[in-house]
């Protein structure tokens, strides 16, 4: 029986979560306000913000930057003098909830010391109702619980945090409208991240996405375009354009109009460099991939997460491909893209994955032979279809599992990468390596990070590179001069 936490309180629940309606999603532009009283109230005074997971995350702690910034706050890196203190955080596995409980007892701490610290909580973990059951029984010192939906009120929140000695909650379960002219204050002066749509409506049964960050929805065209408009006025380099899966990009639009259409769009804007991520190898069209073929500023990158290599894990996880349908896809996108490097995601372990089905999953890196494979262990998530699954197979199993299929995947990339020795390849320098030495770093078009010596003078500027070395993770090489 599923735990029904919401009679305690004003929260999230996942069963609501889970709901799709027809209702039409509004866009809007003005909901963002700063009240009065909270205009100026950050002027002396300092934030931290420590955003776990993934890229969604970073560009909402973007958001959140920008708005605390807009109200007078500066970022500190120290998170024991910071005034506000705000966990961005990620649900995704296990291990990623225990490293923010552990960071939660860290300021238990120094609440202690700094009572008028605000602590506040808020991302994935937010919208689980044990979370903040969890919260509200063993760590009172949490004055502040908010979702992925209302990042947008976070000066009201603040100001009632402050106010209040109660934990102020305020996470609605259900996606709200899209709030557009939220201000932000990127971390990267070169490459921007662009959200273009929110939340996802794939269900595979082992995520927890669908639920934490609600139904999809898509940011129109045209503010999508203006945004790139500025970062590109503004003099960014580079552009992702971000979804849970971009290929559903403009589903929801009344009028025709696709991932490709927005593609072609932002790269006729000129910006030097456009990336995606991520694209579910059940609906990548035949159009993304002409597109991405025939304009130079999309650059040759496809993260295709396949999590297994076997039919019936496949069909278990519900992904709606098979490995001979994904395989027909990742050679259609080798042959027609031009140099073009593909990464993925795998999951070992999924419930009673037996040896011969993990052995299938070793038989696609094979095929495939990615440039590069994030790997995990699966994650019961409550709340999940395949959390209700019963599973006999021992973590060590697991465990061996996940080394073996790193050692495979590993031997690839190193493979991939010695394929670019003695090329000359183009970077965008980014600035120092963390190598020392004076040496800069940049990443190729194929998304290869490399070390490279050369003058700090072309910082900011996309130059050639010819690769004298190459490791599993990075590439060497020294600037064409
Ligand atoms: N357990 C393990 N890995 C997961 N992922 C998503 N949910 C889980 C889970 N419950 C992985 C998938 C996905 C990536 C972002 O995280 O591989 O593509
Ligand atoms: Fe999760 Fe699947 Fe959606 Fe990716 S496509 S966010 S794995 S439900």
Not at 164 to 190: C, H
Not at 305 to 315: A, I, T
Not at 358 to 375: H, S
Not at 424 to 432: N, S
Request: aromatic share 10%; proline share 4%; glycine share 6%.
């Amino acid at each position: 029986m599923e735990k029904d936490y919401t009679k305690y309180f004003k929260g999230p629940s996942l069963k609501e979560a889970k709901h799709r309606g027809k209702e039409e999603v509004k866009i809007l532009k003005d909901e963002f306000v700063i009240p009065d009283t909270m205009k100026n109230i950050g002027a002396g005074k300092t934030y931290y913000i420590k955003t776990y997971g993934c890229q969604a995350n970073e560009r909402d702690s973007e958001t959140m930057r920008g708005i605390l910034e807009s109200m007078g706050y500066q970022e500190t890196k120290e998170m024991d003098q910071a005034d506000v203190v705000l966990l961005n955080t990620c649900a995704i596995r296990e291990n990623a909830e225990l490293k923010v409980f552990g960071k939660i007892g860290d300021l238990k701490r120094i609440k202690r010391d700094r009572p008028d610290m605000i602590f506040g909580m808020c991302g994935c973990m937010a919208q689980e109702e044990e979370v903040i059951a969890r919260l509200l029984q063993k760590h009172p010192h949490t004055d502040l619980i908010f979702g992925t939906h209302n990042i947008h009120r976070l000066p009201e929140l603040l100001h009632e945090a402050m106010m209040s000695k109660e934990m102020v909650i305020e996470v609605w379960s259900k996606e709200g409208d899209i709030v557009e002219n939220v201000p932000a204050s990127r971390e990267n002066p070169l490459k921007a991240w662009v959200n273009i749509m929110y939340g996802c409506d794939k269900f595979c049964t082992y995520c927890i996405v669908p639920y934490t960050r609600g139904k999809e929805r898509s940011r129109l065209p045209k503010d999508i375009l203006h945004e790139v408009e500025e970062l590109k006025a503004s003099g960014y380099k580079e552009i992702t354009l971000l979804g849970q899966n971009v290929n559903s990009y403009g589903k929801d639009f009344k009028d025709a109009y696709s991932f490709a259409d927005l593609m072609r769009d932002v790269a006729k804007t000129g910006i030097d460099r456009i990336r995606f991520t991520t694209s579910h190898p059940w609906d990548f069209t035949d159009e993304m991939i002409d597109v991405i073929a025939k304009y130079e500023n999309i650059m040759p990158f496809v993260h295709l997460p396949v999590q297994s290599g076997n039919d019936e894990v496949l069909k278990l996880m519900g992904r709606k491909y098979n490995a001979a349908s994904y395989k027909a896809l990742f050679d259609k996108i080798k042959a027609k893209i031009p140099h073009v490097s593909v990464s993925t995601d795998i999951i070992v372990g999924f419930p009673n994955e037996t040896a011969e089905q993990f052995e299938d999953t070793l038989k696609m890196v094979e095929y495939c032979q990615y440039d590069n494979a994030y790997t995990f262990i699966y994650s019961p998530r409550a709340g999940t279809p395949a959390a209700k699954m019963e599973d006999n197979i021992d973590l060590k199993v697991k465990e061996e599992r996940l080394q073996r299929l790193n050692e495979t995947v590993n031997r690839y990339s190193l493979a991939q990468n010695k394929k670019y020795l003695g090329q000359i390849v183009k970077v965008l320098v980014e600035g120092y390596s963390k190598k020392g030495n004076d040496m800069l770093m940049g990443y190729t078009d194929t998304q290869k990070l490399v070390n490279f010596s050369g003058d700090p003078k072309y910082i900011g500027e996309i130059v050639e590179v010819e690769i004298t070395d190459a490791k599993t993770w990075s590439l060497n090489g020294k600037i064409c001069e």
